[in-house]
């Protein structure tokens, strides 16, 4: 860091040297991990807009003047957008439920020079319901796991992607609920021989009723 105005230490003193004073895009939002389903916490979405590496170490938030919480980063590149909790938010509910999962089904059967290979598809649909019991709108972000092997589904596409979380924003509106539905896939590909396919792997085919016309 280069600093703009020269500091003098005399003999025997100490002197707290502020080496970065910028402006930097936070954003107020509620964080909810399925990770760790205890209430939401309250959080900020920084972004350094400065050309400065911001050092790690601890932050305090202020809202109107006052202590909101406190919390502790590490360093924060320039450029770099990273999702910070220091406190507990106690006006919203997060109430997560998985869908039974339905039989799985299978999206194509391929039979060439004596193999047989069944693409089936499993499916996973998570819903969750927000309540907001602040007289105030909110913007709560769910931390979805990022599973490996799974894809999603349907048009609701997250905010961002990291490697073990999809992170969805969801507006709440005041005193009343949202829901946030996550559909994914994970595709599994199983391979037989047709001369050692068994009487009793052909009746399980038929019972699982997985093969359709189609």
Known sequence: YRLKEPVTIRKNQSALVPIVSAQVEAERVSVWSASSPQRPRSAVWVTNSTPFTLDGGSFSVLEEATFAGEGLMDALKPGEKRLLSYAADLALLVDPK??????????????????????????????????????????????????????????????????????????????????????????????????????????????????TPE
Do not use: C
């Not at 913007?139 to 999603?152: D, S, Y």
């Open 98 to 211: 998985q869908d039974p999962a339905g039989p799985e089904r299978v999206s194509s059967v391929r039979i060439a020079k004596g193999v047989v290979t069944f693409q089936r598809e499993y499916r996973d649909t998570r819903t969750y319901t927000v309540r907001n019991q602040d007289a105030k709108a909110r913007m709560l972000v769910i931390e979805h796991p990022n599973r490996a092997g799974w894809k999603l589904l349907g048009t609701t596409k997250p905010d961002e992607t990291a490697p073990s979380v999809y992170r969805f924003r969801v507006p709440v509106a005041a005193k009343s609920n949202a829901t946030l539905t996550v559909e994914e896939v994970r595709p599994v590909e199983s391979i037989y021989q047709v001369s050692t396919v068994t009487d009793e792997q052909l009746t399980l085919f038929v019972s699982q009723r997985a093969l």
